[in-house]
């Protein structure tokens, strides 16, 4: 009964090894691109499932105890909280860690190259465009790729809406 709660590691090795998973795996998350969830491919998510199967051991050292089980939770919590913060107060690193927006659709006309970029084929584009319920690539002004994975676009009927109105407001 008391293998249950007494950790076969040191408490700091959880500590060391929990903040090296966590960075390298955030690190290698943010290299893999900016989908959500709903986004991923079955390959994708196949993939996210497999590495928290294969840092377990790197994480928790072999050690089976729920101490240690709720100390590596309690860390990998308190870094998620420390990289929030750390994008919400610099710039910089939310840059680095969750990317910047890219345009994909520019005055109109598909920009492929940030397609191609970003890994995503003009099949899976006009699946996420029909998802907002646009039908056509000649309806859309801009699209950009968010940095959180979604994509914004602007339709070109609410571009000349909105020059129409300052037109009338002008006068």
């Known amino acids: 009964m008391n293998s249950l709660w007494s950790p076969s590691l040191p408490l700091a090795h959880f500590l060391i ?27 994708e998510f196949v993939t996210v499932l497999l590495i928290s199967n294969a840092v ?16 590596l939770a309690a860390i990998l919590v308190i870094l998620s909280g420390i990289v929030s913060y750390l994008t919400f107060k610099s710039r ?4 680095f860690l969750q990317g910047r927006p890219r345009l994909l659709i520019h005055g109109g006309k598909l920009i492929e190259k940030n397609l191609d970029k970003e890994f995503i084929s003009l099949t899976d584009f006009k699946t996420i465009l029909r998802k907002q319920g646009l039908h056509d ?35």
């Open 92 to 95: 910089r690193m939310e840059n």
């Open 137 to 171: 690539l000649n309806e859309i002004s801009e699209a950009v790729l968010e940095s959180d994975g979604s994509v914004s676009v602007i339709r070109k009927v609410d571009v000349k809406n909105t020059s129409s109105q300052a037109d009338l407001s002008a006068t």
């Open 56 to 71: 377990q051991n790197s994480m928790n050292g072999g050690d089976n105890s729920i101490t240690g089980g709720i100390l």
């Open 17 to 43: 090894r929990g903040v090296v998973v966590y960075i390298a795996i955030l690190l290698l998350m943010r290299l893999g691109g900016k989908r959500q969830v709903g986004q991923m491919g079955t390959g």
